[in-house]
């Protein structure tokens, strides 16, 4: 196919009526991005209430472990002067 053959199909195709819609389509695609739209925000909402339910218990854990005392002497110190 040259570039007048090309040219001519490229001018048959843009001078045809374009195609028919199908009428429920676009209430089909409204639906369809709403849904996605609740599902986005609901996966944000429970990602963050993961996060906020990590950080409490962290906050817990270390507040009963506390990690950051030095932790007892395992051997005792030598007695003299008895």
Do not use: C, H
């Amino acid at each position: 196919m040259n570039r007048a053959q090309r040219e001519a199909a490229v001018r048959r195709i843009m001078e045809q009526t374009p195609p028919r819609v199908p009428p429920g389509l676009y209430a089909e695609a409204v639906r369809r991005g709403s849904r996605l739209l609740r599902r986005r925000a609901a996966v944000r909402r429970l990602l963050w209430l993961l996060l906020l339910a990590a950080a409490v218990a962290f906050a817990v854990w270390a507040l009963t472990v506390q990690p950051w005392v030095r932790p007892p002497s395992e051997t005792t110190p030598p007695l003299t002067g008895w």
